[in-house]
Nanobody, 125 residues
């Protein structure tokens, strides 16, 4: 499956952005999806994940209550709504997919076989 992330940009602290990830190549609706981010000089970290049906979601503690992951299987897209953005949210955001992510491992980057190219999010103070 091929993934294309978009929607990044520059926003002031307290603002909002909506990232999108468009999938193609396989049956998107059967894939669990995740968002990760990587700031300069830091390791890639988990942000959010959603099950293939959309009935189960997970969030990193640092974004819980501010970010919302959702998916539209009819449009083969997964979105990440980011509100109340903070400067520490600045990073390159990646979407990821896999056909069988065990729930206990969904926060691990190694659980996902397919990755998008990333989209830059910059939050100014």
């Amino acid at each position: 499956v091929q993934l294309q992330a978009s929607g990044g940009g520059l926003v002031q602290a307290g603002g909002s952005l909506r990232l999108s990830c468009a999938a193609s190549g396989r049956i998107f609706s059967s894939y669990d999806m995740g968002w990760f981010r990587q700031a300069p000089g830091k390791e890639r970290e988990f942000v959010a994940a959603i099950s293939w049906r959309g009935g189960s979601t997970s969030y990193a503690d640092s974004v819980k209550g501010r970010f919302t992951i959702s998916r539209d299987n009819a449009k083969d897209t997964v979105s990440l709504r980011m509100d109340s953005l903070r400067p520490e949210d600045t990073a390159v955001y990646y979407c990821a997919a896999d056909s069988s992510v065990i729930m206990s491992t969904r926060a691990s980057s190694t659980a996902y076989a397919y990755w998008g190219q990333g989209t830059q999010v910059t939050v100014s103070s």
